[in-house]
Each structure stands twice: as C-alpha cells, then as structure tokens.
C-alpha cells in the first residue's frame, strides 16, 4: 500500500531555512507526479508545490516562489521541499502528496497524501 511519512517540521524564527523530506514506498515513485500542500491553522489545503514524475517539470504557488524548492530522488523515492526566508506566514502542517499520473495539476491535489509534520514559524 502507499506510504508517505514526512519529516523535518521544526520550530524556527522568520527568515529561518529548513528541509522538509517525504519518505515513499508501496508504490513506483518515479512513475507519478508528487506535490506539497500545507494547511494553516483554521485553513484549508493550499497547493504549495508540484513536480512531475522525471522532476523536470515544476511550478510554486505564488506565496512561496522564490523562496522554495521542490525536489525528487528518484533513486531514493524521496521528495524533498527546500524552503528559504520563511515567514509566519508559512505556518502550517506540511503533506506530501502523490498524483494517480506522472503529471501534476498546479493549484489542485488529488490522491494519497502523508499525516503531515508541523512547520511554526516565529516573528
């Protein structure tokens, strides 16, 4: 069965940097689109990223472009989110997620998705 684990959420001050990672298996991870959403506390799911299946088609939402990076290991079914510069408002549980197809959707998600790691970002 699929299996997402995230890790790497932590505590940090604004303007901090950290890496997030998602662990996969039960599935051919290089053969499908993954992505990150988050959820704010009181939110809903918000599209943070996407990155198709060979990792050479990717797009940010417009909050966090420039600040941060998605990336896959296809060797090692791991994704990772490379964020910068973060915010307060970048608070949120982080989920990876992974598309049904080797393309993502930007702005939508849809699929299996982890249990999340908490990111808190202090002014």
């Known amino acids: 069965q699929v299996q997402l684990v995230e890790s790497g959420g932590d505590l940090v001050q604004s303007g901090a940097s950290l890496t997030l990672s998602c662990a996969t298996s039960?599935?051919?991870?290089?053969?499908?689109?993954m992505c990150w959403v988050r959820q704010a506390p009181g939110k809903g799911l918000e599209w943070v990223a996407g990155?198709?299946?060979?990792?050479?088609?990717?797009d940010y939402s417009d909050s966090v472009k420039g600040r941060f990076t998605i990336s896959r290991d296809n060797a090692k079914t791991t994704l990772y989110l490379q964020m910068n510069s973060l915010k307060p408002d970048d608070t949120a549980v982080y989920y990876c997620?992974?598309?049904?197809?080797?393309?993502?959707?930007?702005?939508?998600?849809?699929?299996?998705r982890g249990q999340g790691t908490q990111v808190t970002v202090s002014s």
């Open positions: 997620a992974k598309y049904p197809k080797a393309t993502y959707q930007r702005g939508a998600f849809y699929g299996a």
């Open positions: 039960g599935f051919t991870f290089s053969s499908y689109a």
């Open positions: 990155i198709n299946s060979s990792g050479g088609d990717i």
